[in-house]
């Protein structure tokens, strides 16, 4: 079968999947973890530099293993997609967000779990 049922019961193919998707998971997810994700039962948004530095070291890892081997538009894509996940690392770890204040009037209260900030280019692990 070519096409899987989706859980509402209808077909639809998915987009092959390619080297730069996979960059691209990785790096959408560690820009979340950058830009604040919404907890669904409290409604607070929180910053996790540490999951985000996780994400940035795993594409870190990939480009490692995959040095010699990509072709010239990957390998492009792969080093702008780290330059800026990095510079995106070091302007959070260089403005940290606003403490959760009770006097606030937003509905937003960011609160960050990150707990010892380095740069995902000097750091080692």
Known sequence: ????????GSSSALPSVTFESLISEYAGTALAYLSGIQDPET??????????KRMIDIIEMLKEKTDGNLAMPEKNFLDNTLYNLRMSYV????????QEDEASTGDKSVASTESEATDPETAEN
């Open 1 to 8: 079968m070519s096409q899987e049922k989706t859980n509402s």
């Open 43 to 52: 409604k607070k948004v929180f910053i996790d530099l540490n999951l985000a």
């Open 91 to 98: 302007r959070a770890t260089n403005n940290p967000p606003p």
